[in-house]
């Protein structure tokens, strides 16, 4: 499960960073200095592995009554592609082909 879970919370984490870079007021909420816990209603699992994970974090931080904010990831748009255009050829076009 660990590796799972490191693989689920480096992709949660990111999307919430992405989530909090285009909506900042979206931080007035949190309490300063909080440990943010990111959990998914969709995974219990997750959850219950992610909240072991800041009990024991808990006992370890250099500021013992750090508040904690606990943040309902909702649901994840579909993952989409950027490109634009793409083309398929049988053989490397003239003009991207090697030299």
Same mark, same amino acid.
């Given at each position: 499960?660990? +590796? #799972?879970? *490191?693989i689920k919370? !480096?992709?949660?984490?990111t %999307?919430?960073?992405r989530?909090?870079? *285009?909506?900042?007021s979206f931080?007035? &909420?949190?309490?300063? %200095?909080?440990l943010?816990?990111?959990l @998914?209603? &969709? !995974? ?5 592995h992610?909240? +072991?994970?800041i009990? *024991?974090?808990g006992?370890? @931080? @250099?500021?013992?009554n750090?508040?904690? *904010?606990?943040? !309902?990831? &909702? ?6 592609s950027?490109l634009?255009?793409p ?5 490397p076009? %003239?003009a #991207?082909?090697?030299?």
């Open positions: 499960m660990n +590796e #799972l879970f *490191a919370y !480096d992709m949660l984490l %999307e919430f960073n989530y909090v870079m *285009a909506h900042p931080l007035a &909420g949190l309490p300063d %200095e909080a943010i816990v990111l @998914d209603p &969709g !995974d219990p699992e997750f959850n219950r992610n909240l +072991e994970r009990a *024991a974090h006992r370890h @931080d @250099d500021h013992p750090r508040p904690i *904010a606990y943040v !309902d990831v &909702g649901k994840l748009a579909p993952i989409r950027r634009v255009a083309h398929v050829f049988s053989h076009p %003239e #991207l082909a090697m030299a």
